[in-house]
């Protein structure tokens, strides 16, 4: 299972641009809108963010405008996720966007960054769980949510998450650059196949 914000693509980014972009808040103002420390960018001091509401009222204009196909994704997570699919692995990207009308923007951003590394732009051979990522049953999760991780660990998943301030101290195995997943993957892999 693959997480979308923040693990496979870079949310926190595509809002900052989509903030500056838009003038709505100028670098002059003097937010730097750092990577945050802490999950949720609304207690993060450097973002414009006064309160949860005023967070999730400039989440949603970005969504209007399109944030979630505006993403970029992380450096090599897409040639990553290829080569599980190439390994055997049945892909799920899970993601709790309930805002993506009719998943259009997600949709399209796989059409757009889905790759075969030999063959460029292809079909994606991926299934798509929207909504409470607990009821489904996965071996190993992608994941950055500190809750959402908690939650998945104490069900049994292995969890996997990237090196954000906010999540490398959680359960589970740090991931630095998503180059380093297949092998991670294969080792979770022998050590289960040594323990039967
Ligand atoms: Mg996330």
Redesign the pocket.
């Known amino acids: 299972m693959v997480?979308?914000?923040?693990?496979l693509a870079d949310?926190t980014g595509a809002l900052r641009h989509h903030l500056r972009s838009g003038h709505v808040y100028d670098p002059l103002d003097g937010y730097a809108m750092a990577d945050p420390c802490e999950y949720g960018l609304w207690r993060d001091p450097s973002w414009p963010f006064a309160s949860y509401e005023a967070y999730a009222d400039a989440h949603r204009s970005a969504v209007m405008d399109g944030l979630y196909l505006a993403e970029h994704p992380y450096p090599h997570a897409m040639r990553a996720l290829w080569r599980l699919v190439e390994d055997g692995h049945d892909l799920l990207i899970a993601?709790s966007r309930t805002d993506d009308e009719r998943f259009r923007q997600t949709f399209a951003w796989f059409d757009r960054h889905w790759f075969d590394p030999a063959h460029g732009p292809t079909e994606y051979d991926v299934a798509f769980h929207f909504g409470d990522k607990s009821l489904v049953d996965v071996d190993v999760a992608f994941?950055?949510?500190p809750c959402?991780i908690a939650a998945l660990t104490d069900k049994g998943v292995t969890v996997i998450h990237p090196d954000h301030p906010y999540c490398r101290d959680s359960e589970g195995i740090t991931m630095r650059d998503w180059r380093q997943a297949p092998g991670i993957i294969r080792q979770l892999q022998e050590d289960k196949e040594s323990t039967r």
């Open positions: 997480d979308l914000d923040n693990t949310y993601t994941e950055d949510d959402t």
